[in-house]
Protein backbone atom coordinates (compact mmCIF):
# COMPACT_ATOMS: atom_id res chain seq x y z
CA UNK A 1 0.00 0.00 0.00
CA UNK A 2 3.16 2.41 0.75
CA UNK A 3 4.46 1.98 -2.25
CA UNK A 4 1.48 2.48 -4.17
CA UNK A 5 0.65 5.68 -2.24
CA UNK A 6 3.99 6.90 -3.27
CA UNK A 7 3.48 6.31 -6.92
CA UNK A 8 0.40 8.11 -6.70
CA UNK A 9 1.83 11.11 -4.99
CA UNK A 10 4.50 11.20 -7.58
CA UNK A 11 1.80 11.15 -10.38
CA UNK A 12 -0.04 14.13 -8.80
CA UNK A 13 3.34 16.34 -8.41
CA UNK A 14 4.09 15.45 -12.52
CA UNK A 15 0.63 15.88 -13.02
CA UNK A 16 0.59 19.65 -11.21
CA UNK A 17 3.99 20.35 -12.33
CA UNK A 18 2.34 20.19 -15.84
CA UNK A 19 -0.87 22.19 -15.07
CA UNK A 20 0.82 25.20 -13.72
CA UNK A 21 3.22 25.22 -16.67
CA UNK A 22 0.11 25.06 -19.31
CA UNK A 23 -1.56 27.67 -16.53
CA UNK A 24 1.82 30.14 -17.73
CA UNK A 25 1.62 29.29 -21.20
CA UNK A 26 -1.88 30.18 -21.57
CA UNK A 27 -1.89 32.95 -19.27
CA UNK A 28 0.90 35.29 -20.42
CA UNK A 29 2.14 33.04 -23.98
CA UNK A 30 5.63 33.27 -26.16
CA UNK A 31 6.99 37.18 -26.86
CA UNK A 32 7.59 37.11 -30.22
CA UNK A 33 10.50 38.73 -31.34
CA UNK A 34 11.22 40.53 -34.14
CA UNK A 35 12.18 38.07 -36.37
CA UNK A 36 9.35 36.63 -36.14
CA UNK A 37 6.35 39.36 -35.33
CA UNK A 38 7.92 41.82 -37.82
CA UNK A 39 8.99 45.46 -36.95
CA UNK A 40 11.71 47.97 -36.61
CA UNK A 41 15.13 47.42 -36.39
CA UNK A 42 17.05 51.12 -35.20
CA UNK A 43 20.49 51.41 -34.67
CA UNK A 44 21.39 55.01 -32.84
CA UNK A 45 24.99 56.58 -32.40
CA UNK A 46 26.04 58.95 -30.09
CA UNK A 47 27.68 62.05 -31.68
CA UNK A 48 29.67 63.96 -29.32
CA UNK A 49 29.84 67.60 -29.23
CA UNK A 50 31.96 70.23 -27.52
CA UNK A 51 30.91 70.32 -24.12
CA UNK A 52 30.26 66.91 -23.86
CA UNK A 53 32.26 63.39 -24.68
CA UNK A 54 30.59 60.17 -25.00
CA UNK A 55 31.21 57.95 -22.21
CA UNK A 56 29.88 55.46 -19.71
CA UNK A 57 27.84 57.96 -18.30
CA UNK A 58 26.26 59.75 -21.26
CA UNK A 59 24.92 56.15 -23.06
CA UNK A 60 23.50 54.92 -19.81
CA UNK A 61 21.67 58.76 -19.91
CA UNK A 62 20.62 58.01 -23.46
CA UNK A 63 19.22 54.73 -22.89
CA UNK A 64 17.21 55.45 -19.80
CA UNK A 65 15.47 58.47 -22.09
CA UNK A 66 14.66 56.76 -24.67
CA UNK A 67 13.25 53.77 -22.94
CA UNK A 68 11.01 56.09 -21.26
CA UNK A 69 10.11 57.50 -24.74
CA UNK A 70 9.34 54.12 -26.28
CA UNK A 71 7.33 53.10 -22.95
CA UNK A 72 5.25 56.46 -23.87
CA UNK A 73 4.22 54.77 -27.36
CA UNK A 74 3.23 51.97 -25.85
CA UNK A 75 4.65 49.76 -27.72
CA UNK A 76 4.78 45.91 -26.50
CA UNK A 77 7.94 44.29 -25.88
CA UNK A 78 10.55 46.90 -27.02
CA UNK A 79 14.10 46.19 -26.69
CA UNK A 80 16.39 48.64 -26.33
CA UNK A 81 20.34 47.43 -25.36
CA UNK A 82 23.98 49.22 -26.02
CA UNK A 83 26.41 47.97 -28.33
CA UNK A 84 29.75 48.51 -28.15
CA UNK A 85 31.14 52.31 -27.02
CA UNK A 86 28.80 54.74 -28.59
CA UNK A 87 25.66 53.00 -30.32
CA UNK A 88 21.82 51.72 -29.05
CA UNK A 89 20.23 49.16 -30.27
CA UNK A 90 16.37 49.79 -30.39
CA UNK A 91 13.51 46.93 -31.35
CA UNK A 92 10.04 47.96 -31.79
CA UNK A 93 7.83 44.80 -33.09
CA UNK A 94 4.72 45.13 -34.82
CA UNK A 95 6.14 48.65 -35.83
CA UNK A 96 5.33 48.81 -40.17
CA UNK A 97 6.68 52.86 -40.07
CA UNK A 98 10.19 53.01 -38.39
CA UNK A 99 10.05 56.84 -39.25
CA UNK A 100 7.57 58.01 -37.14
CA UNK A 101 9.23 56.15 -33.88
CA UNK A 102 12.45 57.43 -35.08
CA UNK A 103 10.82 61.05 -35.43
CA UNK A 104 9.88 60.44 -31.17
CA UNK A 105 13.03 58.08 -30.26
CA UNK A 106 15.63 59.76 -31.73
CA UNK A 107 15.41 63.49 -31.67
CA UNK A 108 17.77 65.45 -28.95
CA UNK A 109 14.32 66.97 -27.67
CA UNK A 110 15.79 70.36 -26.03
CA UNK A 111 13.09 72.11 -24.93
CA UNK A 112 14.56 76.54 -24.73
CA UNK A 113 12.74 79.56 -24.07
CA UNK A 114 14.63 82.29 -26.12
CA UNK A 115 13.56 85.86 -26.05
CA UNK A 116 13.69 87.64 -29.83
CA UNK A 117 17.08 88.26 -30.36
CA UNK A 118 17.45 84.36 -29.95
CA UNK A 119 19.30 84.01 -26.10
CA UNK A 120 18.18 81.42 -24.13
CA UNK A 121 16.50 82.01 -21.25
CA UNK A 122 15.08 78.82 -19.52
CA UNK A 123 15.50 75.45 -20.98
CA UNK A 124 13.59 72.33 -20.53
CA UNK A 125 14.92 70.88 -17.28
CA UNK A 126 12.37 73.04 -15.55
CA UNK A 127 9.60 71.50 -16.89
CA UNK A 128 7.40 68.57 -14.37
CA UNK A 129 4.96 67.54 -16.90
CA UNK A 130 3.63 68.16 -20.07
CA UNK A 131 0.35 66.79 -21.67
CA UNK A 132 -1.22 67.18 -24.79
CA UNK A 133 -4.58 69.21 -23.83
CA UNK A 134 -6.93 71.12 -25.83
CA UNK A 135 -7.21 75.23 -24.85
CA UNK A 136 -10.69 76.90 -23.73
CA UNK A 137 -11.42 77.45 -27.87
CA UNK A 138 -11.05 73.44 -28.46
CA UNK A 139 -7.77 73.91 -30.30
CA UNK A 140 -4.63 71.12 -29.45
CA UNK A 141 -1.78 72.52 -27.16
CA UNK A 142 0.64 71.15 -24.64
CA UNK A 143 0.22 72.06 -21.08
CA UNK A 144 3.10 72.14 -18.64
CA UNK A 145 4.19 72.25 -15.49
CA UNK A 146 7.87 73.85 -14.06
CA UNK A 147 9.14 72.36 -10.85
CA UNK A 148 9.43 75.31 -7.98
CA UNK A 149 12.82 76.64 -8.80
CA UNK A 150 11.91 76.60 -12.74
CA UNK A 151 8.88 78.42 -11.41
CA UNK A 152 10.23 81.02 -9.85
CA UNK A 153 12.49 81.33 -12.55
CA UNK A 154 9.48 81.49 -15.39
CA UNK A 155 7.96 84.18 -13.07
CA UNK A 156 11.12 86.31 -13.21
CA UNK A 157 11.17 85.91 -17.04
CA UNK A 158 7.91 86.65 -17.81
CA UNK A 159 8.13 89.43 -15.16
CA UNK A 160 10.76 91.25 -17.41
CA UNK A 161 9.50 90.60 -20.65
CA UNK A 162 5.75 91.55 -20.12
CA UNK A 163 4.16 93.06 -23.72
CA UNK A 164 7.45 91.27 -25.13
CA UNK A 165 7.30 88.00 -27.07
CA UNK A 166 9.53 84.69 -25.98
CA UNK A 167 9.66 81.96 -28.56
CA UNK A 168 9.05 78.28 -27.66
CA UNK A 169 11.61 75.79 -29.25
CA UNK A 170 11.96 72.36 -29.12
CA UNK A 171 15.29 71.65 -30.69
CA UNK A 172 16.08 74.51 -33.26
CA UNK A 173 12.68 74.26 -34.04
CA UNK A 174 10.19 77.10 -33.27
CA UNK A 175 6.97 75.65 -31.75
CA UNK A 176 5.37 78.78 -30.70
CA UNK A 177 6.34 82.53 -29.96
CA UNK A 178 3.81 84.03 -27.65
CA UNK A 179 3.76 87.80 -26.32
CA UNK A 180 4.07 87.68 -22.53
CA UNK A 181 0.91 89.13 -21.10
CA UNK A 182 1.11 88.28 -17.60
CA UNK A 183 3.35 87.02 -14.98
CA UNK A 184 3.58 83.00 -15.55
CA UNK A 185 4.43 80.98 -13.04
CA UNK A 186 3.86 77.21 -12.37
CA UNK A 187 1.70 77.01 -15.43
CA UNK A 188 1.85 77.29 -18.95
CA UNK A 189 0.87 76.04 -22.61
CA UNK A 190 2.40 76.05 -25.93
CA UNK A 191 0.22 77.02 -29.04
CA UNK A 192 0.33 75.74 -32.61
CA UNK A 193 -0.24 72.21 -33.41
CA UNK A 194 -2.48 71.12 -36.12
CA UNK A 195 -3.53 68.04 -34.17
CA UNK A 196 -3.65 66.68 -30.53
CA UNK A 197 -1.26 63.59 -31.77
CA UNK A 198 1.51 65.73 -32.53
CA UNK A 199 0.92 67.73 -29.85
CA UNK A 200 1.24 64.33 -27.72
CA UNK A 201 4.08 63.27 -29.81
CA UNK A 202 6.23 66.89 -28.48
CA UNK A 203 4.87 66.15 -24.86
CA UNK A 204 6.23 63.08 -24.97
CA UNK A 205 9.68 64.27 -25.54
CA UNK A 206 9.11 67.26 -23.12
CA UNK A 207 8.27 64.83 -20.63
CA UNK A 208 10.97 62.32 -20.45
CA UNK A 209 14.02 64.74 -20.99
CA UNK A 210 16.83 65.31 -23.50
CA UNK A 211 18.88 63.09 -24.77
CA UNK A 212 22.04 64.28 -23.09
CA UNK A 213 23.68 64.50 -26.91
CA UNK A 214 22.56 64.12 -30.19
CA UNK A 215 22.48 60.31 -31.60
CA UNK A 216 22.08 59.98 -35.53
CA UNK A 217 19.95 56.88 -37.31
CA UNK A 218 23.01 54.50 -38.91
CA UNK A 219 20.90 51.81 -39.51
CA UNK A 220 17.02 51.39 -39.88
CA UNK A 221 15.73 47.74 -40.90
CA UNK A 222 12.18 46.97 -41.35
CA UNK A 223 11.17 42.97 -41.13
CA UNK A 224 7.44 41.86 -42.56
CA UNK A 225 5.40 40.16 -40.36
CA UNK A 226 5.34 37.18 -43.33
CA UNK A 227 8.82 36.71 -43.56
CA UNK A 228 8.11 35.95 -39.52
CA UNK A 229 5.39 33.66 -40.35
CA UNK A 230 6.98 31.65 -42.72
CA UNK A 231 9.99 30.56 -40.34
CA UNK A 232 7.70 29.69 -37.34
CA UNK A 233 5.81 27.34 -39.88
CA UNK A 234 9.47 26.03 -40.63
CA UNK A 235 10.56 25.56 -37.72
CA UNK A 236 7.70 23.89 -36.03
CA UNK A 237 7.83 21.69 -39.19
CA UNK A 238 11.42 20.88 -38.64
CA UNK A 239 10.85 20.46 -34.69
CA UNK A 240 7.61 18.10 -34.88
CA UNK A 241 9.73 15.92 -37.82
CA UNK A 242 12.62 15.63 -35.46
CA UNK A 243 10.77 14.77 -32.38
CA UNK A 244 9.00 12.15 -34.44
CA UNK A 245 11.94 10.75 -35.84
CA UNK A 246 13.63 10.77 -32.27
CA UNK A 247 10.64 9.02 -30.91
CA UNK A 248 10.47 6.09 -33.53
CA UNK A 249 14.17 5.37 -32.57
CA UNK A 250 13.84 5.39 -28.81
CA UNK A 251 10.77 3.12 -29.10
CA UNK A 252 12.39 0.89 -31.60
CA UNK A 253 14.97 0.50 -29.81
CA UNK A 254 14.34 1.04 -26.24
CA UNK A 255 10.67 -0.60 -26.51
CA UNK A 256 8.41 0.61 -24.05
CA UNK A 257 11.37 3.23 -22.12
CA UNK A 258 11.22 4.56 -25.46
CA UNK A 259 7.08 5.22 -25.71
CA UNK A 260 7.95 6.83 -21.95
CA UNK A 261 10.87 8.73 -23.00
CA UNK A 262 8.47 10.15 -25.97
CA UNK A 263 5.84 11.23 -23.55
CA UNK A 264 8.46 12.76 -21.15
CA UNK A 265 9.52 14.67 -24.19
CA UNK A 266 6.35 15.97 -24.54
CA UNK A 267 6.14 16.97 -20.67
CA UNK A 268 9.44 18.51 -21.39
CA UNK A 269 8.18 20.55 -24.16
CA UNK A 270 5.48 21.68 -22.20
CA UNK A 271 7.21 22.71 -19.01
CA UNK A 272 9.79 24.42 -21.12
CA UNK A 273 7.29 26.42 -22.46
CA UNK A 274 5.57 27.66 -19.22
CA UNK A 275 9.29 28.16 -18.21
CA UNK A 276 9.62 30.68 -20.86
CA UNK A 277 5.85 32.13 -20.54
CA UNK A 278 6.65 32.49 -17.20
CA UNK A 279 10.06 34.24 -17.33
CA UNK A 280 8.57 36.48 -20.42
CA UNK A 281 11.48 35.49 -22.66
CA UNK A 282 11.45 36.23 -26.05
CA UNK A 283 11.44 33.73 -28.69
CA UNK A 284 13.76 34.92 -31.54
CA UNK A 285 14.39 32.62 -34.48
CA UNK A 286 17.45 31.73 -33.57
CA UNK A 287 15.99 30.97 -30.02
CA UNK A 288 13.93 28.33 -32.22
CA UNK A 289 17.33 27.15 -32.94
CA UNK A 290 18.26 27.14 -29.37
CA UNK A 291 15.19 25.31 -28.36
CA UNK A 292 15.25 22.19 -30.66
CA UNK A 293 18.91 21.77 -29.75
CA UNK A 294 18.09 21.72 -26.25
CA UNK A 295 14.96 18.78 -26.88
CA UNK A 296 17.94 17.25 -28.58
CA UNK A 297 19.93 17.62 -25.31
CA UNK A 298 17.33 16.21 -23.46
CA UNK A 299 17.21 13.20 -25.35
CA UNK A 300 20.59 12.46 -24.93
CA UNK A 301 20.03 12.74 -21.19
CA UNK A 302 17.54 9.84 -21.29
CA UNK A 303 19.85 7.79 -23.88
CA UNK A 304 22.59 8.62 -21.31
CA UNK A 305 20.42 7.32 -18.16
CA UNK A 306 19.02 4.06 -20.65
CA UNK A 307 22.17 2.89 -21.45
CA UNK A 308 23.22 3.07 -17.56
CA UNK A 309 20.54 0.76 -16.60
CA UNK A 310 20.62 -1.48 -19.28
CA UNK A 311 24.40 -1.97 -18.23
CA UNK A 312 23.21 -2.47 -14.95
CA UNK A 313 20.48 -5.65 -16.03
CA UNK A 314 23.42 -6.78 -17.93
CA UNK A 315 25.22 -7.49 -14.74
CA UNK A 316 22.72 -9.38 -13.29
CA UNK A 317 21.06 -7.21 -11.18
CA UNK A 318 17.19 -6.59 -10.52
CA UNK A 319 14.88 -4.49 -12.33
CA UNK A 320 14.87 -1.77 -9.19
CA UNK A 321 18.62 -2.24 -8.49
CA UNK A 322 19.55 -1.18 -12.24
CA UNK A 323 17.43 1.68 -12.00
CA UNK A 324 18.79 2.87 -8.96
CA UNK A 325 22.07 1.99 -9.89
CA UNK A 326 21.71 4.18 -13.26
CA UNK A 327 20.51 6.62 -12.56
CA UNK A 328 23.36 7.17 -9.66
CA UNK A 329 26.42 6.84 -12.56
CA UNK A 330 24.01 8.84 -14.80
CA UNK A 331 23.59 11.84 -13.37
CA UNK A 332 27.60 12.31 -12.91
CA UNK A 333 27.93 12.23 -16.70
CA UNK A 334 24.33 14.40 -17.15
CA UNK A 335 25.69 17.48 -15.34
CA UNK A 336 28.94 17.53 -16.36
CA UNK A 337 27.40 17.49 -20.54
CA UNK A 338 25.06 19.67 -19.41
CA UNK A 339 26.92 22.89 -17.03
CA UNK A 340 29.66 23.12 -19.75
CA UNK A 341 26.85 23.82 -22.31
CA UNK A 342 24.94 26.39 -19.33
CA UNK A 343 28.22 28.31 -18.90
CA UNK A 344 28.84 28.49 -22.40
CA UNK A 345 25.66 30.10 -22.84
CA UNK A 346 25.89 32.33 -20.17
CA UNK A 347 29.04 33.67 -21.46
CA UNK A 348 27.20 34.35 -25.02
CA UNK A 349 24.63 35.94 -23.04
CA UNK A 350 26.87 38.50 -20.94
CA UNK A 351 29.06 39.41 -24.05
CA UNK A 352 26.97 39.13 -27.29
CA UNK A 353 23.50 40.94 -28.00
CA UNK A 354 20.23 40.73 -30.39
CA UNK A 355 20.01 37.30 -31.77
CA UNK A 356 22.80 35.32 -30.48
CA UNK A 357 21.78 36.32 -26.88
CA UNK A 358 18.38 35.42 -27.81
CA UNK A 359 20.19 31.94 -28.95
CA UNK A 360 21.98 32.04 -25.76
CA UNK A 361 19.30 32.60 -23.02
CA UNK A 362 16.53 30.03 -24.86
CA UNK A 363 19.44 27.09 -24.71
CA UNK A 364 20.33 28.12 -21.03
CA UNK A 365 16.36 28.03 -20.56
CA UNK A 366 15.89 24.11 -22.69
CA UNK A 367 19.32 22.75 -20.79
CA UNK A 368 18.07 24.02 -17.50
CA UNK A 369 14.31 22.79 -17.99
CA UNK A 370 15.77 19.23 -19.27
CA UNK A 371 18.33 18.63 -16.47
CA UNK A 372 14.79 19.05 -14.06
CA UNK A 373 13.13 16.69 -16.39
CA UNK A 374 15.72 14.14 -16.62
CA UNK A 375 16.20 14.36 -12.60
CA UNK A 376 13.08 14.67 -11.78
CA UNK A 377 10.20 13.48 -14.38
CA UNK A 378 12.11 10.58 -15.95
CA UNK A 379 13.27 9.65 -12.68
CA UNK A 380 9.54 9.21 -11.52
CA UNK A 381 7.96 8.34 -14.40
CA UNK A 382 10.34 5.25 -14.62
CA UNK A 383 9.54 4.31 -10.61
CA UNK A 384 5.78 4.77 -11.37
CA UNK A 385 6.40 1.85 -14.13
CA UNK A 386 8.59 -0.45 -12.57
CA UNK A 387 6.71 -2.62 -11.59
CA UNK A 388 4.79 -2.98 -14.95
CA UNK A 389 5.74 -5.97 -16.83
CA UNK A 390 6.40 -3.89 -19.51
CA UNK A 391 9.43 -3.24 -17.81
CA UNK A 392 10.22 -6.53 -16.53
CA UNK A 393 10.24 -8.23 -20.34
CA UNK A 394 14.07 -9.10 -21.25
CA UNK A 395 13.95 -6.58 -24.22
CA UNK A 396 13.05 -3.21 -22.03
CA UNK A 397 15.79 -0.95 -22.21
CA UNK A 398 17.26 -2.55 -25.36
CA UNK A 399 18.50 -5.85 -23.19
CA UNK A 400 18.98 -9.19 -25.29
CA UNK A 401 19.11 -11.78 -22.86
CA UNK A 402 20.29 -15.40 -24.18
Not at 97 to 109: D, F, K, L, M, V
Request: charged share 20%.
Amino acid sequence: MRYKQKRRIKLIIILAIMAFAAFLYFQHGINLGLDLQGGAHIVLQAQPTEEREINDTVMSGIQSVIERRVNQLGLSEPLIQREGSDRIIVELPAVDSPNEAINTIGRTAMLTFRNSAGEVLMTGEAVKDARADHDQYGRPVIAFTLNDEGSEKFANITRQYIGEKIGIYLDDERLTNPTVQAVIEERGQITGYDSIQAAEEDAILIREGALPVPVEVIETRTVGPTLGSISIQKSIRAGLIGLLLVAIYMVFYYRFPGVLAAVILAIYGLILMGTMAGLQATLTLPGIAGLILSIGMAVDANIIIFERIKDELKSGKTLRAAIDSGFRRAYTTIIDANVTTIMTALILAYFTSGTVRGFAVTLGIGIIVSMFTAFFVTRNVIDIFAGSKLLRENKSFGVRKG
